[in-house]
């Protein structure tokens, strides 16, 4: 079938062709399944996770989105790496096979937990606008915001990428294996070919029309004109390549020289949307060390991302609202629990909108946001039995006063999740994008080029009044992804993430309160039907939350809309054992031993 006679088909059928829809399209069940690429602890895995069990083990685990990255990452941890090792070979992997979602072209968080000190440390890997970039970078000629995928599709989205130098950062920090090894699974793949998986092949074949507006992006995804099928056998030789650079040459073969002379010549001449970006602005990226965001809970500690990223703080500020609530009493069936759980969150948001941003460029009250008695003011609105009629940013202490307007940024889900544990009690939970799926569409070398620009504020000011999260050159957009590590008496128990946009933060809250209050065990928690409220209307998850659940909740006075919320929420939990929990309603595994 040529690719013109595939879209006329595809628009025929009503199918998502465009936007939101697309990269939200379920997996079929036990995707992955069926494919004959996989070893036998790989369908062990596959087994475990169709039938609801979590993977137990005893030394190490990685949990990743696609079952070919997390057996990159098991083979590196077998054979005695870190977590940090086995992450660039689960990135590497992840980039060719599950490449709407992450890459090199993109960035990410990753949060640490050091076994042998029991420090947390939490790096910034996020894509950074260009120095040319202004305020208006999303506006028309009238100051307008311009329409959403006006602005994703082309190179005026593409902020730095971030994913190279945090890979090489992590390394340096914390890797054992040799690093040009760590590439060796990812480069086979990619040169000899991997088995296109369902989700690979639904998510292009839904993206159709995007992604064919460029020529070599259409090349790849629609070899000889067709769509591509599941198990078909894809090759990447141009990966390969920027891969093997950088094995051989670390992040730098990246940041200068030919990779990074052709991606800003593939940003400033997109057809009908070039960007900014320059050399200079690859060349001066760095990853940045952030203090970590730790807020208690109960008898735990819930570590995470903090500003560029919107994570770690409105989690923390969720849970610590409902902490004086017994929400292991309610149980995770009443409707009552998720009136507090929906209400806090809608007062998190408010306070997201208005005062989260790069911490670089905007004074972000971080403990103000966060503090015991701020949290106690806040959870007080939830007294009571009913849903609150309005909500709005409250007043945290400020180190300086400070006047700023709402946000209204856009976030759609694609993204993918990693945890891992490794043998020497190293914990890390990293959050890696490109933003929207399949991201600008602009392909390089093999990779997908991000558009988190477009995480970013379009609109600049409200009546005169600067919005915190606005574009500015060299600025990092807010997030909210949520990489986290949950402590007790400082040891780590839980390692959670997940995709999904601003969804990120409600999918987290959910496996967190599911684990530590309602006690299930990590797999069952991740699989929970998800329900999230961010400024409103309660999300609830279409054909698994309950009917009477949510008609309870629209007898509250909410409203509800039924929603695919296709998380992909990967989490390990540490007790005595290792249980790994890997999201259904995708494609990814947990492996360990
Ligand atoms: N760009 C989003 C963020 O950084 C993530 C998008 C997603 O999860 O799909 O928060």
């Not at 409902?322 to 009136?339: F, I, K, N, V």
């Not at 993918?416 to 600008?440: C, K, P, Q, W």
């Not at 797999?523 to 309660?538: D, I």
Request: glycine letters at 10%; proline letters at 6%.
């Amino acid at each position: 079938m040529k690719l013109l006679h595939i879209l006329a088909c595809f628009m025929l059928a009503g199918a998502p062709v465009w936007g939101q829809q697309a990269a939200d399209t379920v997996a079929p069940e036990g995707a992955g399944a069926g494919l004959v690429q996989v070893s036998p602890a790989v369908r062990a895995a596959q087994d475990a996770k169709a039938d609801g069990r979590a993977v137990v083990a005893e030394n190490w685990m990685v949990v990743a989105a696609n079952p070919l990255a997390s057996d990159a990452g098991a083979t590196v941890l077998k054979a005695g790496g870190t977590a940090a090792d086995a992450m660039v070979a689960v990135q590497a992997v992840l980039g060719l096979v599950e490449p709407q979602s992450s890459g090199l072209g993109g960035g990410a968080f990753l949060v640490w937990r050091d076994g042998a000190t029991g420090e947390i440390t939490t790096l910034d890997g996020r894509e950074t606008a260009p120095l040319a970039a202004t305020p208006r970078l999303f506006q028309d000629a009238e100051g307008q915001p311009l329409s959403f995928y006006d602005a994703v599709v082309g190179g005026r989205s593409v902020g730095v990428p971030g994913t190279p130098a945090l890979m090489q950062s992590a390394h340096d920090r914390w890797g054992r294996a040799e690093w040009a090894g760590l590439f060796d699974d990812a480069i086979r793949l990619a040169e000899d070919g991997f088995e296109v998986s369902p989700r690979l092949a639904l998510m292009v074949a839904g993206d159709a029309l995007k992604l064919s507006r460029f020529e070599s992006t259409r090349a790849y995804f629609f070899p000889d004109d067709g769509l591509l099928e599941v198990g078909a056998r894809l090759q990447n030789p141009a990966y390969a390549r920027s891969l093997r650079s950088l094995a051989e040459e670390g992040a730098e073969a990246f940041y200068t020289g030919d990779i990074a002379r052709d991606i800003v010549q593939t940003v400033q001449s997109a057809p009908g949307n070039p960007g900014v970006m320059s050399e200079v602005d690859l060349a001066i990226y760095r990853v940045r060390e952030r203090d970590p965001v730790c807020v208690p809970y109960r008898v735990y500690e819930v570590c995470g991302m903090g500003p560029p990223s919107s994570g770690a703080l409105t989690v923390g500020q969720i849970l610590g609202m409902l902490e004086p609530y017994d929400l292991a009493a309610m149980g995770a069936d009443s409707a009552q629990a998720w009136r507090l759980i929906g209400d806090a969150s809608r007062l998190a948001f408010a306070d997201r909108g208005r005062y989260m941003a790069d911490s670089d460029f905007v004074p972000v009250p971080v403990q103000g946001l966060v503090s015991r008695n701020y949290m106690k003011t806040r959870s007080e609105l939830l007294r009571g039995d009913d849903v609150l009629p309005e909500v709005a940013p409250g007043k945290p202490e400020f180190d300086h006063s400070l006047n700023l307007a709402d946000d209204a940024a856009i976030e759609f889900p694609s993204t993918s999740h990693i945890s891992i544990v490794d043998r020497y009690g190293n914990a890390l939970s990293m959050t890696t994008t490109i933003e929207n799926a399949f991201g600008s569409r602009l392909m390089v070398r093999g990779f997908l080029l991000n558009n988190e620009l477009t995480d970013f504020s379009f609109q600049s000011h409200e009546d005169g009044v600067p919005v915190a999260n606005r574009v500015e050159p060299g600025k990092r957009p807010r997030s909210s992804m949520a990489p986290t590590i949950v402590l007790k008496d400082g040891e780590p128990v839980l390692i959670v993430g997940s995709p999904g946009g601003s969804r990120i933060i409600g999918y987290v809250v959910k496996a967190i309160i599911a684990h530590l209050d309602w006690k299930m065990d990590v797999q069952q928690a991740v699989s929970l039907p998800n329900m999230v409220n961010r400024f409103g209307e309660f999300d609830v998850e279409a054909g698994r939350v309950s009917p009477s659940l949510a008609s309870d909740l629209a007898e509250m006075g909410y409203e509800v809309s039924r929603q695919p919320l296709v998380s992909g929420l990967h989490a390990i939990s540490i007790g005595e054992v290792l249980r790994g929990g890997a999201d259904p309603r995708r494609e990814g595994i947990a492996l360990g031993e």
